[in-house]
Nanobody, 124 residues
Framework: QVQLVESGGGLVQAGVSLRLSCATS????????VGWFRQAPGKEREFVAA????????YYADSVKGRFTISRDNAKTTVYLQMSSLKPEDTAVYYC?????????????????WGQGTQVTVSS
């Protein structure tokens, strides 16, 4: 199994940057796709970004293209989500998820392992 822990959320003003981290202490992400999803109050969980670790490929939702960047560390234990030009509509709980041998799907149903989430609140 893969245990995931998100961190880095907080309350920020619109236009500010914030970096989220998704860390695993049980094993590396070498054979996984790692995705970021978010869920705002009263709304369905939606795809944000994903990374195919072995290929290094990245994928983004249209709503965050050009503003968010997903990346990885050399130890293969952490995935980051760098968020820039934050907007109030980015307010949500952000979740990290892992998909064994995944390619970087946009569907949450393809991901087996999930973190507990970290709250991001963007004020206008």
């Amino acid at each position: 199994q893969v245990q995931l822990v998100e961190s880095g959320g907080g309350l920020v003003q619109a236009g500010v940057s914030l970096r989220l981290s998704c860390a695993t202490s049980t094993r590396t992400f070498s054979n996984y796709a790692v995705g970021w999803f978010r869920q705002a109050p009263g709304k369905e969980r939606e795809f944000v970004a994903a990374l195919n670790w072995s290929a290094g490929s990245t994928y983004y939702a249209d709503s965050v293209k050009g503003r968010f960047t997903i990346s990885r560390d050399n130890a293969k234990t952490t995935v980051y989500l760098q968020m820039s030009s934050l907007k109030p509509e980015d307010t949500a709980v952000y979740y990290c998820a892992a998909d064994y041998l995944g390619w970087g799907s946009q569907s949450e149903r393809d991901y087996t392992y999930w973190g507990q989430g970290t709250q991001v609140t963007v004020s206008s």
